[in-house]
């Protein structure tokens, strides 16, 4: 939920095992630096590989991501190796739809093709394999970015910064999540709730006009596609959780807002979101318990 665009990255046929690579990782060399996100910059792809800068938090990533891989998850990379300060993931061609000039209040102007039905149907059954794949992963490494713990009852791993700007489309639909450095524990439902925040996405009508959306009146019909796709059995038991997800964001705000000042400007950019979801729950529940 923290809104940050990403970079294409992907699997290949090696296991985790083949261990570490060595070389230059610098954009020389052929190297290609890669678009920054809003927190990741210095990203660098040679081939089908991406060279990442890594932080406290990887080694507890790179074991999800390996449990991911031996549970037969195909939309997340794999991890290669370590490179000095970097880790080498595989890269994916394909497509990430990102809006560099995205401001809190107004739409994500991102390409048409994420805002189809197709898409966000096939958005929802790549968080559905997801959490499938993670169910039962008892980690090691618990050193996650954001309040480390280890799952509590009723939690698994989850990606935890799902979007369309972290998620490579390849000829419009969904094939893989990118960008997994807030990874952690949380129960499914509110990570499903989330990411139907953005998917759908969820928004005051004069803000889905912006993004692009012609039927923005369409938004509550959205969302039951995107939780019935996923496969919840009772539509209508995401609408608490959508206030209850944005309560989570205010514990990472220390991080990633830069002072007082910013810190200030995302609680009040939260607070503006709980006040308009708390305004039309009775409207999506309606919806949802038609779904």
Known sequence: MRELSGFPVAWGKRKASDTCLVGNHGAGDGGELMPAGRM???????????????????????EYLRHLESAGFGGAPRVLGIDDDREVLTYLPGEVAADPDWQPGHGHRLPAFTRT????????????????????????????????????????????????WNTVYR???????????????????????????????LAPADQLVEAGFDRPD?????????????????????????????LTVTEAIKYLAPGAAGAADSLEHVARRLRWIDSVAPMLASELGRA
């Open 171 to 201: 000829d419009g639909i969904p094939v893989g999540f990118i960008d997994w450095d807030g990874a952690g524990p949380a129960t499914p439902l509110a990570d499903l709730a989330a990411a139907a925040w953005v998917f759908v996405p």
């Open 40 to 62: 990741t910059s210095g990203i660098v792809r040679r081939g089908d590989r991406i060279w990442r800068p890594m932080g406290p938090w990887s080694p507890a990533v790179h």
């Open 218 to 246: 369409d938004m509550a019909a959205r969302l039951a596609v995107f939780v019935t796709a996923y496969g919840l059995t009772d539509p209508a038991s995401i609408v608490p959780e959508l206030a209850n997800c944005l």
């Open 117 to 164: 039905e197709q898409a966000l149907r096939e958005a929802a059954r790549l968080l559905r394999g997801l959490h499938d794949a993670a169910a039962g992963f008892e980690p090691v490494r618990t050193g996650y970015r954001f309040h480390p713990h280890p799952p509590l009852p009723g939690e698994i791993v989850c990606h935890g910064d799902l979007g369309p």
